[in-house]
């Protein structure tokens, strides 16, 4: 089954995980990121994944057509995968960056451009070094 990001995140998928853990694996292996693997472990209105890249849990939350989220633990170079995600997955820039109290580390990415996003994480406790990726809209 060929996969791409049409088949789950923008349009809504099935929601059967394993159809779903199918099309993000095909995803990814299909841009060469062949050395994570994803299990989809909440299919609704909101999707989530666990995604094992070695001994690294990953994780991935998104709302289909609207915005996607990625989770790693401190420590994990996440350079390499979101540029493949922005350019051959996602086909769209990362909007922002955070880390959490935690030293997790976040990347999302906002098909609107992410401009209300940006503003609640402003001034919150809880979101350690936002970083705005993308020019705001009108700037």
Not at 8 to 13: K, N, S, T, V
Not at 77 to 105: V, Y
Not at 113 to 121: K, L, Q, T
Request: proline fraction near 4%.
């Amino acid at each position: 089954m060929s996969a791409n990001a049409g088949t789950w995140f923008y349009r809504q998928p099935e929601a059967d995980p394993f159809m779903v853990t199918e099309r993000l694996n095909g995803t990814f292996w299909q841009a060469r990121a062949v050395e994570i693997y994803w299990r989809c472990i909440e299919a609704g209105s909101t999707f989530r994944a666990e995604g094992y890249f070695g001994d690294t849990l990953l994780e991935m939350e998104w709302e289909p057509e609207r915005w996607l989220r990625l989770k790693a633990p401190a420590g994990f170079d996440l350079k390499q995968l979101t540029g493949i995600m922005s350019r051959q997955i996602l086909a769209i820039p990362a909007t922002l960056s955070f880390s959490d109290s935690a030293g997790n580390q976040f990347v999302e990415w906002h098909r609107d451009g992410g401009d209300a996003r940006w503003a609640e994480i402003q001034g919150t406790a809880g979101f350690v070094k936002p970083q705005r990726l993308v020019k705001k809209k009108g700037a």
